[in-house]
């Protein structure tokens, strides 16, 4: 069992930054990818960004690539999602995922179907 807790979500002027982390508490962190997913109201759960277990392989969705960083720590358990340059259009619930095993692949961060545990979320919102 791997539990996950999401932090860092917030109200922010559009152009502005904000920085999510998810601590990971249970089985061995470095054996698990790692992605963020968001949520709007009335749209489907999408995927965001993820990194592999060793932090070697990081895959981002087009909507965010340029704006978003993400990074994982394994001595501490976390990985964080930087989000720069943010849009009205980002506004959503940010949940952060865990996967088992050690694969670099991007088809096997993308699909949300694939993860084995998640947190509750967090709430981000982006004033225009």
């Known amino acids: 069992q791997v539990q996950l807790v999401e932090s860092g979500g917030r109200l922010v002027q559009a152009g502005g930054s904000l920085r999510l982390s998810c601590a990971a508490s249970?089985?061995?962190?470095?054996?698990?990818?790692m992605g963020w997913f968001r949520q709007a109201p009335g749209k489907e759960r999408e995927f965001v960004a993820a990194i592999s277990w060793s932090g070697s392989s990081t895959f981002y969705t087009n909507s965010v690539k340029g704006r978003f960083t993400v990074s994982r720590d394994n001595a501490k358990n976390m990985v964080n999602l930087q989000m720069d340059s943010l849009k009205p259009e980002d506004t959503a619930v940010y949940y952060c995922?865990?996967?088992?095993?050690?694969?670099?692949?991007?088809?096997?961060?993308?699909?949300?179907?694939?993860?084995?545990?998640w947190g509750q979320g967090t709430q981000v919102t982006v004033s225009a």
């Open positions: 249970g089985r061995t962190f470095s054996n698990y990818g």
């Open positions: 995922a865990a996967r088992l095993g050690r694969s670099n692949s991007a088809t096997t961060y993308i699909d949300p179907g694939r993860y084995n545990y």
